[in-house]
């Protein structure tokens, strides 16, 4: 047990220049299928009545990533 208890985690490369990247405003993760326009009218037409089903199919994505769409804020992520 004392090794670990001496052991100090330090930042390595790649977690220095990540940060750097973070700081500069890089995006990181798979890109978001619907921007947030598609959002705000995915949330217009199902409150007039269209299914998730059929909106799903016109955008060419799933109905989990239409109801999550549904769900989140419509700005812009930072």
Do not use: H, N, S, W
């Not at 007039?48 to 199919?57: H, I, V």
């Not at 060419?60 to 812009?76: D, K, S």
């Amino acid at each position: 047990m004392r090794c670990i208890a001496k052991y100090k985690p330090f930042p390595t490369r790649q977690f220095r220049e990540a940060e750097r990247a973070k700081a500069k405003g890089t995006q990181f993760g798979r890109p978001q299928a619907l921007d947030v326009g598609q959002k705000r009218k995915i949330a217009e037409r199902y409150a007039a009545g269209e299914t998730m089903a059929a909106l799903a199919a016109e955008y060419e994505v799933g109905e989990a990533t239409i109801f999550r769409a549904l769900q989140g804020p419509f700005e812009q992520a930072a």
